[in-house]
């Protein structure tokens, strides 16, 4: 399966580097942590405007998902740890969604994501 390049939208991934603790004003380890993130990144794919479910629960994972993206793209580096920019491009305010689950296949990946609401 190949994706026609006019069929490609712009988005703008970031993908997970690390937890780091929050601390309190005298050093001390909250319990709380922060995720860290790396730069947002630009990436096309094929964006598919879909909702959708997973009901079978054989592995016990619930799947709801906003979105479907499809690339050809087998190095695409974009894992369920990583934050997406898709309805909203500017990358100075916070992600619009999240990876649900990653599918490798033998000629592309398919991605479900989640609309998140994040107020900053």
């Known amino acids: 399966m190949r994706i026609l390049e006019r069929n490609k939208q712009l988005m703008y991934y970031s993908l ?4 780091e ?24 794919a094929n964006i598919a405007y879909t909702q959708g479910e997973k009901s079978i629960q ?18 695409c580096p974009i894992a369920e740890t990583s934050i997406l920019w898709i309805d909203n491009l500017d990358t100075s305010k916070p992600h619009d969604y999240i990876v649900s689950q990653v599918a490798r296949s033998l000629n592309s990946i398919s991605i479900t994501v989640k609309k998140v609401d994040i107020n900053a």
């Open 58 to 75: 054989q592995f016990g994972i619930d799947i709801n998902y906003d979105k479907v993206i499809v690339t050809t793209d087998m190095d």
């Open 16 to 19: 997970y580097v690390k937890k």
């Open 21 to 44: 603790a929050i601390l309190d004003e005298y050093g001390n380890s909250t319990g709380q942590y922060k995720v860290i993130y790396g730069d947002p990144t630009p990436f096309k």
